[in-house]
């Protein structure tokens, strides 16, 4: 009998992050990366997503292997809550355990107990009787695979987070000659990234950094500050090499870079001589031209520490961007954190400093764009073809790349499919299982894992828009208001419009109260809810806002 293949994504399909693909072979499950996933605006006080995990807590028992493909959060940060419900050995090369064990400490996790299985990231080893091979890749982070598990009717190949890269140094090569011996055996089924699966053209070289500054950063008269993301260790790379070029003495802007800076020399991706080794003490004694200041963090988290930075709210007065100064923000924006790029940068130029902006059309992330992908795809010749790592539209043109490639693939064996729906493979052939696995999203608040609500979601979102606290006494016998009313506002409207919607709220509020004190057995509850709607109706036409509005009904004799 041939072996029994069912495929489902737990993450990672019709969205950016949180990747998880639960590969089941005969029952043995392989899970290929656990990640995270940023929170939206949507989502406030959440600090990660991570997978829903129900199928693999309910079948822990056969669950063989996780097998970590990078060091990203994005890739492996999910794992650090799903394991204790779920445990297996964990399979990833020395630089991604280290980069979960930092990511561990940052979230406080105890990891001391997880079985890690450290291999070379390209390599040949067997798992539960079954062949995994990891092959080397280049992405921004060292010591990137892509995988490929055997099975009778051919090998399961996932590859994310790739660029097709030649003429890197070793720990960011793409490894053509390993993937090129997988490719002498059957592919059953190829899954790739789809993020940049509208975009022509090679990703490789536009991600390089350095061809974009380096003339700047080496005629810069003063200061430099540098923007970079903290998971694109490649660039920062580039950075401290021009630094240590230029004799610069690199300096964190805080402990979240400095612990960047840390984790990647304890991997080995960089090396910083003590002669350009610098510290926050240092800003006032050094000569201007002879200082880097590097900044870094995740996503809009970056933006909104470079806007307190240049509008001087930031909490370190020892850092003032100058005029002399020049800033390269090496961190374009995603659809995601537009807004708070456009503030910080416009913040930035306020300065007066030298600016230069590095945007997203000459500087890519290290993904794959189509000839990229068409690489794979020409090279593996895959039966069956599942886009992943995108939202739907990269998905759907992933899939249709593969159409256009002339190799077989169409309609019937290319598969565009979101979280939880199941691809079953078997001698008959692959099909579209309808009834989906448990998925979806689990949010961490602090230490606390899917324990926050839709409903605390949305309350946290009307308190984002500011609250509206209403305060009144009655008395029980005399069935009238014995004191106030009192309208207190806080943060959702101007000082000078508060007057006029203070007035209003308290003329309804009273209205109301006065209304069903009328009636004969009024309720409490049913106050405190007329005067929430109708308060609220009121405020909302008054200044498009939805604020929480909380009234505070008190009844004595």
């Known amino acids: 009998m041939s072996d029994k293949i069912r495929i489902v994504g737990l993450g990672g399909l019709d969205e950016e992050g949180k990747e998880c693909t639960v590969v089941e072979i005969n029952g043995d499950i392989f899970v290929v990366?656990?990640?995270?996933?940023?929170?939206?605006?949507?989502?406030?006080?959440?600090?990660?997503?991570?997978?829903?995990?129900?199928?693999?807590?309910?079948?822990k028992d056969r669950v063989k292997a996780y097998f970590l493909l990078h060091g990203h959060d994005d890739a492996m940060g999910g794992l650090l809550f799903v394991y204790e419900k779920a445990p297996a050995p964990i399979y990833c090369s020395k630089v991604t355990k280290t980069m979960v064990e930092n990511f561990a400490r940052h979230i406080g996790k105890d990891i001391s107990k997880f079985e890690f299985v450290l291999v070379p990231p390209t390599s040949s080893f067997v798992v539960a009787k079954r062949k995994i091979r990891f092959f080397h890749t280049s992405h921004n982070v060292a010591d990137s695979s892509g995988i490929a598990l055997s099975t009778d009717q051919g090998n399961i190949v996932y590859c994310s987070d790739f660029v097709v890269e030649n003429t890197a140094t070793p720990s960011f090569l793409f490894d053509t000659r390993a993937l090129g011996r997988i490719a002498e055996e059957p592919t059953l089924i190829l899954m790739t990234e789809s993020l940049y699966a509208n975009r022509p053209g090679y990703t490789a070289p536009n991600y390089r950094l350095t061809p974009l500054i380096a003339q700047n950063f080496k005629s810069a008269p003063g200061r430099i500050f540098v923007s970079v993301f903290s998971n694109n260790f490649f660039n920062v790379g580039e950075v401290i090499n021009l630094a240590i070029e230029n004799k610069k003495k690199i300096i964190?802007?805080?402990?979240?870079?400095?612990?960047?800076?840390?984790?990647?020399?304890?991997?080995?991706?960089?090396?910083?001589?003590?002669?350009c080794r610098g510290s926050l003490d240092d800003v006032l004694r050094l000569r201007d031209q002879d200082i880097l200041i590097l900044i870094s963090a995740f996503g809009g988290k970056l933006f909104r520490k470079i806007a307190l930075l240049a509008s001087g709210e930031n909490e370190d007065k020892r850092i003032k961007i100058k005029p002399e100064d020049t800033f390269f923000w090496a961190s374009p924006s995603d659809d995601n954190t537009e807004l708070e790029y456009t503030d910080a940068i416009d913040e930035t130029y306020r300065t007066g400093?030298?600016?230069?902006?590095?945007?997203?059309?000459?500087?890519?992330?290290?993904?794959?764009?189509?000839?990229?992908?068409?690489?794979?795809?020409?090279?593996?010749?895959?039966?069956?073809?599942?886009?992943?790592?995108?939202?739907?539209?990269?998905l759907l043109a992933?899939?249709?790349?593969?159409?256009?490639?002339?190799?077989?693939?169409?309609?019937s064996n290319v598969f565009v499919v979101e979280n939880g729906a199941s691809i079953l493979i078997d001698s008959s052939g692959a099909r579209v299982f309808d009834e989906k696995i448990p998925h979806g999203d689990l949010m961490i608040d602090g230490s606390g894992v899917g324990d926050v609500s839709e409903q605390v979601l949305e309350d946290r979102q009307e308190l984002s828009e500011g609250v509206v606290i209403l305060a009144v006494t009655v008395s029980r016998s005399k069935k009238k208001i014995v004191a106030g009313p009192d309208v207190q506002m806080r943060g959702f409207v101007y000082a000078k419009d508060?007057?006029?919607?203070?007035?209003?709220?308290?003329?309804?509020?009273?209205?109301?109260?006065?209304?069903?004190?009328?009636?004969?057995?009024?309720?409490?509850?049913?106050?405190?809810?007329?005067?929430?709607?109708?308060?609220?109706?009121?405020?909302?036409?008054?200044?498009?806002?939805?604020?929480?509005v909380l009234p505070l009904i008190i009844e004595v004799a």
């Not at 960047?260 to 991706?269: A, D, N, P, R």
């Not at 764009?369 to 795809?377: A, F, R, V």
């Open 33 to 59: 990366n656990c990640g995270i996933r940023e929170p939206d605006r949507t989502m406030p006080g959440i600090d990660y997503v991570i997978p829903r995990y129900d199928y693999l807590e309910e079948n």
């Open 353 to 394: 400093c030298k600016v230069f902006n590095i945007n997203k059309k000459s500087f890519l992330r290290m993904h794959a764009s189509q000839e990229d992908i068409k690489t794979l795809i020409s090279l593996l010749r895959p039966k069956y073809y599942l886009p992943v790592r995108g939202f739907y539209k990269d």
């Open 498 to 548: 508060a007057e006029l919607i203070q007035r209003d709220a308290s003329k309804i509020f009273v209205a109301t109260v006065n209304d069903f004190l009328a009636q004969d057995g009024y309720r409490l509850e049913e106050i405190r809810q007329t005067v929430y709607e109708r308060c609220l109706r009121a405020i909302r036409r008054q200044t498009g806002k939805e604020p929480m």
């Open 252 to 275: 964190p802007y805080d402990d979240l870079t400095l612990d960047m800076l840390e984790t990647m020399e304890k991997s080995g991706q960089i090396s910083i001589p003590n002669s």
């Open 398 to 411: 992933n899939g249709m790349l593969a159409l256009s490639m002339g190799v077989g693939l169409n309609h």
